[in-house]
């Protein structure tokens, strides 16, 4: 399927939809680094099941989030990065300059959606994500006044 060039609206406080059921899922290796934050995509890794599954729920600050051509929101898998903490403001502080944190997040294939983006759920940002599974930093997108809001 042809990735959609019309961006889906971003919207806070949509609901988790059913979660996919899918033989194969994704490992999937983000980094975070840097005062001020950017997420890179690292490494992914293909797991074949037995039988479909859905990946366990959890809460976290940060989802992967899939949608189809219309921007209806598919799939969210919620996930933290440890260390990653308040809304990016530059900081003095040498620990938060010197982040870098690498985190494997599981996730399904969703094979409908046409758009997928990282979003930082507390600071109203999101990274697209190549369907392809590009390695390599993601592309910020979306910023707090982008943010539609139901």
Known sequence: ????????????????PVPVQSREHLI????????????????????????????????????FEWFDSKGV???????????????????????????NVAVNVEVPTVEKATRLHVRDRQADRAWWVPLGWTKGRLVKEATASEVKRP
């Open 1 to 16: 399927v042809a990735p959609s060039k019309k961006k889906p609206p971003l919207v806070i406080g949509v609901p988790d």
């Open 28 to 63: 999937v290796t983000l980094r975070w680094a840097g005062d001020g934050g950017f997420v890179e995509l690292e490494a992914v890794e293909r797991k074949v099941l037995a039988e479909p599954k859905a990946v366990e729920r959890t809460m976290g600050r940060f989802a």
């Open 73 to 99: 929101l598919l799939e969210r898998v919620r996930f933290d990065i440890p260390f990653v903490t308040g809304t990016y403001q530059k900081s003095t502080d040498p620990f938060v300059a010197s982040i």
